[in-house]
């Protein structure tokens, strides 16, 4: 696609249920990232995926996190039991991850509100 | 925690001023980049400086980084009410050339027309 595409761009949930985002990246893109983002504050890194290799799940905050990835194309982000302190933008982004392009491209994100 | 601090948390100017933000970071790296986020949604690549280089420009843009004291700045010169937006600086660790870009808590920058 044009560029990389996140779904659903909001979603409201109550606490306790599980929940699934999802991110499609940029065709041919290597790399693909999930990072949080609460109100007002930084990104906050959850996991990396390069292609065939062992994800980098470093930032997972808890085991109620997780996230897979399909070769080099769709990904999706599952909360489950959800909490309201996992109410945040959750941002996916894809980058070629080549010698002169390690930039990332970044989708609109999705807006989680658990209540 | 994140390892890329920027300064300040907040700049508001009036349109035409420079303005400047300021990021540091703890480990060696491999490449700093910057990026601009609008309304607390996606993020956009501005310019991206490695570990070797002191100096960049990109149109309004300049970022330099200072490895000694683990530092880079990013000036835009000119502003314009456009540029309101919230800038960060992300990090890409030279232990950990395959991985993840560490980025900052962010500068929210208001250019008053």
């Known amino acids: 696609g044009a560029g990389v595409s996140q779904s659903p761009s909001n979603k409201v949930t109550e606490k306790g249920k599980d929940v699934e985002l999802r991110c499609d990246p940029i065709?041919?893109?290597?790399?693909l990232y999930w990072y949080r983002q609460r109100l007002g504050q930084g990104l906050e890194f959850l996991i990396y995926f390069q292609g065939n290799s062992a994800p980098d799940k470093s930032g997972l905050p808890s085991d109620r996190f997780s996230a897979e990835r399909t070769g080099e194309s769709v990904s999706t982000l599952t909360i489950q039991r959800t909490q309201q302190e996992d109410s945040a933008v959750y941002l996916c982004a894809s980058s070629p991850r080549t010698a002169t392009n390690e930039k990332l491209f970044f989708g609109s994100g999705t807006q989680l509100s658990v209540l | 925690s994140q390892q890329g601090e920027e300064d300040p948390q907040a700049l508001s100017i009036q349109e035409g001023e420079n303005a400047t933000m300021n990021c540091s970071y703890k480990t060696s790296i491999n490449n700093l980049q910057w990026y601009r986020q609008n309304s607390g949604r996606g993020l956009v690549h501005l310019i991206l400086?490695?570990?070797?280089?002191r100096e960049k420009h990109s149109g309004r843009l300049r970022v330099t980084l200072d490895t000694s004291k683990k530092s880079s700045s990013l000036l835009i010169t000119a502003s314009r009410a456009a540029d309101t937006a919230s800038y960060f600086c992300?990090?890409?660790?030279?232990?950990?050339?395959?991985?993840?870009?560490?980025f900052g808590q962010g500068t929210e920058l208001s250019v008053k027309p």
């Open positions: 992300a990090t890409l660790p030279f232990y950990n050339q395959g991985g993840k870009l560490i």
């Open positions: 400086i490695r570990s070797n280089e």
């Open positions: 065709s041919g893109h290597t790399a």
